[in-house]
């Protein structure tokens, strides 16, 4: 791969489970977490609706987060996208990575994402 095949967005198919992008989305900001639903090539739904999510790593990375951080950020949101999901463990493990990771005073809006 080169770096030009490199990007900062992920996007999730959901067609294959029973989420809409509207409900994973909703649920994935439940655990503390910030996705956009988003269509999918082909997509039946409306976008509105859609039947994907989009991911970026912006934020993550700014806070400085490394390939571990990342996988726990893809762990709780497999886990988060499961019928029995503990919302409140999702939570306290997103807040862990951020606590683990702070922002650095000096970042525009430093105050508001505290």
Partial sequence: MCSSDLTHLVQLDLR?????GLAA?????????T???NTVPFDERPPMVASGVRLGSPAATM?????????EVASIIVDALQ???????????AAVLCEKRPLYPGFRGYTAYQ
């Fill in 83 to 93: 019928d029995d999901a503990d919302l409140d463990a999702l939570r306290g493990r």
């Fill in 25 to 33: 989305q909703e649920r994935l900001e439940e655990c503390k977490l």
């Fill in 16 to 20: 294959a489970t029973d989420w809409t």
């Fill in 63 to 71: 806070r400085g987060f490394d390939e571990s951080d990342f996988a």
């Fill in 35 to 37: 996705a956009n639903r």
